[in-house]
DNA sequence: GCTGGCCTTGACGTCGGCGTCAAGGTCTAG
DNA sequence: CTAGACCTTGACGCCGACGTCAAGGCCAGC
């Protein structure tokens, strides 16, 4: 299988795999031309960084997961490096999920007390104008 | 006030102050030399975008709640479209949220699978190995 | 007058994960 | 024989919010 056919088969592109290739995971043999050659085995690494690109996952955190299938162990999270990852990944959640529920909540506090402030300018009745933007819905983790 | 006392009342730094003067954000008076110059009223503005870089919001999003100061309303969010804004970011937060949440889920899902496919290996008795790396806290979000 | 601390503009570096050219080699079908 | 569909390496671009350095101007105190 050459790069093209693997980036496909993962719904990737060549560049990544490439890069990939630079940064030490997902090394390619080659074939007398010269050409990267990959095999089922090389699909199976791929998709696991891909999985756990997913999941928010940096590179450098899939790489116990890579290692751990390239030892020949069944799954990528059968190395307790990989487990590691794991814990250490959903702390990083937590953590996270704790911080933007505060932010949230302390922007829907302002956003409620502004409100109450515009419509004490306009005691009549306060229009709901409720035009969202909508394009604006990129996520910091993505 | 010069640039750097402002910015020390601010917590940031005069770099920060040069960006935010590039990108048409609080543009600054200039004295005979050639030094900024500016007022309580623009560590207004500045301590207004900087509160919501802590929340989250993007230069651009800060650009409405700082033209409303200008325009010499009470608040930053005394004007339509900072409440716009806030709806928007309330949104992507509450996306966020949601995504981070079902991630964090399904990561924790995949260690309890791991972990037990791993104690079946030693019935014995799994000794808990909990050393976190720790120094991998930081958020996407931040 | 000289040192040191402030200020100025300009420009390049950072981080991650690639996208996007550019210039060229290789193989296959017609 | 040639088009064109793949492949190769190399290198620059991108995004946001600045950090960091360079080269030089301005001003207060000693």
Redesign the interface.
């Known amino acids: 299988m050459r790069i093209g056919e693997l980036a496909a088969q993962a719904g990737t592109t060549t560049r990544t795999l490439r890069y990939y290739e630079s940064r030490g995971l997902l090394p390619a043999r080659r074939t007398g031309n010269g050409y990267r050659a990959y095999d089922e085995e090389d699909l199976r690494l791929l998709r696991q960084i891909r999985t756990l690109q997913d ?2 996952f940096d590179l450098e ?1 899939t790489r116990p997961f890579v290692e751990c299938l390239q030892a020949g162990h069944p ?1 990528g ?2 190395c ?1 490096a ?3 990852v ?12 704790a ?3 505060e ?2 909540d ?3 506090a ?2 409620a ?3 109450l ?2 419509g004490a300018d306009h005691p009549g009745g306060p229009e709901p ?5 909508a394009n ?6 993505s």
């Open positions: 999941f928010g955190q799954e999270d059968s307790p990989s487990l590691d794991y814990r250490s990944r959903l702390a990083e959640l937590d953590e996270c999920l911080r933007l529920h932010v949230r302390r922007v829907a302002q956003l007390r502004a409100e402030r515009v104008h409720c035009e969202l933007s604006h819905a990129q996520m910091k983790e």
